[in-house]
């Protein structure tokens, strides 16, 4: 399965200074993986990548999802009690004067960013710091808020679309494929108005077993959208049986509860026919389509079963996130590990950022998984985390 993270540098090249920052990015994460991680394990000095999970509410229930999804960890009135909780505007701002100096990218997600309350006032906050912003949002407001993003030079956009119209309104919920395709082209026209080529637009699709086989039209429907990019993420799934290692793993080892990681025994994954995906894909890879198509992780074709039908086989190991990313949840928590935030390392509302980032918390976690098999926890097998930046497995 290719790639095609060879033309990133070609639509990088067409914005210089964007592509400045991000290479600052990636060179932090790079440093992390060969000095911090080797020399002096438990602390760091980078930070890349920062994630701001914004709030737990979303407007939509996909089927997979760890968070909403049908065993979804963030059930009705409970998330609706967590919401109680969102950090308010100015504790951000506090926290992006603290990480400013590092330039990390930011990747704001939730629940649904659309739906924190001043996502407006705090992006435009952290572009006049200097930062990279991009939002991953499941696009049913950009329709409703397209000239106020193109306005603003958001830089870019990760938008969820997992199938053609009826594949994806079956995992997404009805309507929900047209009310992206209306903000796509909002966004389009404006950008033309406003002769912006701000925000980038890019779909990413969580490949599951209801949309695998209907891939190719949406690829196929994508064209119009005049997209950056689109991402093939083939999914975070897991087992009842790998829950229970992890679970008996983070109380030993770390003292810890965990709760998030059940959200992904979803079964999502069940009879996925590797070499059909892996023919769908390749044929949408030799489209003549003028954005990049990106598998993450990118396999070897014969080991795409071995990722959905093996879920404690590891295709990526040695996982770098806690020396160069964080995750800041809804409530000011931070975490390293984005999806699975049962190890809190303390709250931003209490403390400053790096007295947290290389607290003692912190670096017992670090130190716990630098000593861990392949450098993984059990139920890290299929973070997407990793999958972005992990060590690729020989055969893999
Ligand atoms: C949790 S959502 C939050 C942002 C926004 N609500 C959205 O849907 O884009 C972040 C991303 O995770 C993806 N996702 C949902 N369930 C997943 C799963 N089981 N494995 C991997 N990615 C998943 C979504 O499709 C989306 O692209
Ligand atoms: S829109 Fe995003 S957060 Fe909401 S249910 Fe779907 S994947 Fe989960
Ligand atoms: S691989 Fe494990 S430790 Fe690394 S980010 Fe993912 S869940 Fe966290």
Redesign the pocket.
């Known amino acids: 399965m290719k790639t095609n993270f060879s033309v990133v540098p070609r639509l990088l090249k067409k914005d210089p200074i964007l592509a400045k920052r991000l290479s600052k990015a990636f060179l932090a994460q790079r440093k992390a993986m060969a000095i911090d991680r080797v020399f002096h394990p438990s602390t760091t000095d980078e930070l890349g990548l920062i994630y701001f999970?914004l709030t737990p509410l979303?407007n939509?229930r996909?089927v997979?999802?760890?968070?909403?999804?049908d065993k979804g960890v963030l059930k009705g009135s409970f998330a609706a009690n967590e919401a109680e909780k969102i950090v308010p505007l100015e504790d951000y701002k506090r926290l992006v004067d603290q990480i400013k100096d590092k330039r990390p990218v930011v990747y704001l997600?939730?629940?649904?960013?659309f739906m924190y309350p001043d996502l407006f006032p705090l992006i435009d906050y952290m572009m006049e710091a200097g930062l990279v912003v991009s939002v991953?949002?499941?696009?049913t407001y950009l329709e409703k808020f397209a000239k106020e993003i193109v306005e603003r030079k958001w830089h870019a956009l990760?938008?969820?679309l997992?199938g053609f119209e009826e594949t994806n309104d079956r995992i997404?919920g009805a309507g929900s494929y047209k009310r992206v395709v209306a903000g796509f082209e909002a966004i389009n026209r404006e950008k033309e108005r406003q002769g912006s080529h701000y925000p980038y637009m890019g779909v990413?699709?969580?490949v599951?077993n209801l949309n695998y086989k209907d891939l190719y039209s949406l690829a196929e429907a994508t064209r119009p959208f005049k997209l950056a990019w689109h991402i093939y993420?083939?999914?975070?799934?897991t087992n009842d049986a790998i829950v229970d290692e992890q679970r008996a793993f983070m109380k030993r080892e770390l003292d810890t509860d965990i709760t998030c990681l059940q959200?992904?025994a979803?079964g999502?994954n069940d009879d996925i026919d590797g070499k059909e995906l892996y023919d769908i894909l390749s044929r949408i890879h030799d489209m003549d389509i003028d954005h990049p198509i990106i598998t993450v992780p990118a396999l070897a074709p014969d080991k795409i079963d071995v990722y959905y039908s093996k879920l404690d086989e590891p295709v990526r190991t040695h996982c770098i996130v806690p020396w160069c990313q964080a995750n800041i949840d809804y409530n000011g928590d931070v975490h390293f590990c984005a999806?699975y935030n049962d190890y809190p390392l303390g709250n931003i509302r209490e403390k400053p950022f790096f007295e947290i980032f290389n607290g003692e918390r912190a670096q017992k976690f670090r130190l716990a998984l630098k000593r861990s098999k392949n450098g993984l926890f059990p139920g890290c097998v299929?973070c997407?985390q990793n999958m972005l930046c992990g060590k690729r497995v020989n055969g893999f």
Do not use: A, H, K
């Open positions: 999970r979303c939509l996909c997979m999802c760890g968070q909403r999804g997600w939730g629940g649904e960013p991953n949002t499941n696009g990760f938008v969820s997992d997404r990413v699709t969580t599951n993420n083939l999914g975070t799934y959200g992904y979803t999502y999806d299929r997407y």
